[in-house]
């Protein structure tokens, strides 16, 4: 029989008949923990990380994992045990690094609007640096942390104006996006921020864009920041650092980006061309390190031929898998275990039981399959469940990590009751 193939998946495999995450059988895992189940490698997390760090061997550099795209505990340990830093967006994910043990002194603040608690926050815990937007943050900040006896560590994250070539929700480095300062402007602010006694400037922060799979983009990201360190630096403001944000995309579907050592070493080269290699150099991925590292696992509860479509309806929604319905993402839909003797292979339109015409998974794809097989939804490790609602009040899917040949439960399943925690009924 032909097994699909699972590009981008090496530590997900076909044995026999069977889907393997490492060496633990897949519908094994679905029959004790139930669907819809995200199932993570932690290998492949591993090896997706040992890529950037192959790429900065012998270099200043730190790894702040975007946590963004997956911020569950157990996946935010095995990032701190291995060294790395968190780019956090919000006072809730401090929290989680504080609660995975990570080293708060690693943990880079990024967004457009942190409130001014987020900052008393983060400031309290000592993160390493604030990567700030605007100049009104800019006096927000150095206010707040005056008012507590402070400096805070900044970076001004600058916009580039390069086009990322990936789609517009994703796009952060353009004129028009809310991101960032403008690149013109960015000298006269680094100098208003010198000037704020509740203050210090540390570094400088770009991040253009998401799903980004070539390296042009990075490169002329690369040369308009350097042109800006020399700028801010001739004004004299030192920047100890410099940030080039995350990115990097992963193959869903015939998608071809650059390992990330490869990429790495185009940019240090060029990094060293304009005599900037000894710089600390900081970067903030998130999908590229976990995206194919997860797979969500769904039961086909329905095959509905229709005239124009057919429909096979399946456990996991756009509450668990929210990515095609947002930015029309392609994610694969292989079998589990594909069936013998086969039924009859069909185009399907993979839909989930939310009440939305926008709640699909996948369209058009061929399948052979019937009511009760289970499929896998690959590419499923970066920003699924950290974009997961309770929609239709459906309790958030368990998440496995599989180590070798052991799986452990990082995250239970959401029952009813736990969705509706919280709510207050009427006297
Ligand atoms: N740094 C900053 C400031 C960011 O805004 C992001 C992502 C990252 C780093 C990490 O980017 P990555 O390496 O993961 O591409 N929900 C969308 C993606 C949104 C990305 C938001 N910012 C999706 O599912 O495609």
Not at 204 to 221: R, W
Not at 353 to 363: K, L, N, Q, T, Y
């Amino acid at each position: 029989m032909l097994l699909p193939a699972l590009p981008g998946h090496p530590h997900f495999s076909y044995q026999g008949n069977a889907l393997f995450a490492e060496a633990v059988r897949v519908s094994e895992l679905a029959a004790t923990y139930g669907t819809p189940l995200f199932i993570y490698s932690k290998a492949a997390m591993l090896s997706a990380l040992a890529a950037y760090q192959r790429g900065f061997e012998g270099r200043d550099a730190q790894i702040c994992y975007a946590m963004k795209a997956n911020s569950s505990l157990a996946v935010l340990q095995v990032f701190a045990r291995a060294d790395c830093g968190f780019d956090i967006v919000s006072g809730g994910e401090l929290e989680r690094v504080q609660a995975a043990g990570g080293d708060v002194g690693k943990v880079i603040f990024s967004g457009v609007g942190k409130t001014q608690a987020e900052m008393r926050q983060a400031l309290a815990a000592g993160i390493g640096c604030f990567n700030v937007e605007s100049e009104a943050e800019l006096d927000v900040l150095s206010g707040v942390a005056l008012a507590m006896g402070m400096r805070a560590p900044v970076s001004i994250r600058v916009n580039p104006n390069v086009d990322p070539k990936t789609h517009p929700y994703i796009s952060t480095g353009l004129k028009g996006n809310k991101f960032g300062v403008a690149h013109e402007d960015a000298v006269r602010i680094y100098r208003h921020a010198a000037s704020l006694d509740g203050l210090k400037v540390v570094g400088i922060d770009c991040h253009i864009g998401s799903q980004i799979t070539e390296v042009t983009p990075y490169l002329d990201a690369m040369d308009r920041v350097l042109d800006l360190v020399a700028a801010i630096e001739d004004a004299g403001i030192a920047l100890a650092h410099i940030d080039f944000g995350g990115g990097l995309g992963i193959d869903y579907n015939h998608d071809t980006p650059p390992e990330a050592d490869a990429l790495w070493r185009q940019l240090l080269a060029k990094l060293d061309a304009r005599g900037y290699g000894g710089r600390k150099l900081m970067i903030e991925p998130g999908r590229s390190l976990v995206g194919n590292a997860g797979v969500c696992i769904t039961e086909v509860l329905y095959l509905k031929p229709g005239e124009q479509k057919n429909f096979c309806i399946i456990d996991a929604a756009m509450n668990d898998l929210p990515r095609p319905a947002m930015y029309q993402a392609f994610h694969a839909i292989v079998p589990v275990e594909p069936r013998v003797p086969q039924a009859e292979t069909l185009v399907y339109d993979v839909v989930g039981p939310v009440c939305e015409s926008g709640d699909w998974i996948g369209r058009d794809r061929a399948l052979n399959v019937a009511a009760g097989d289970q499929l896998a939804v690959m590419s499923a490790g970066a920003y699924c469940m950290s974009m997961a609602s309770n929609y239709n009040t459906r309790g958030r899917a368990a998440e496995l990590l599989v180590d070798g040949d052991v799986a452990r439960l990082i995250r239970a399943r959401e029952s009813a009751a736990d969705t509706f925690r919280g709510e207050l009924l009427l006297p």
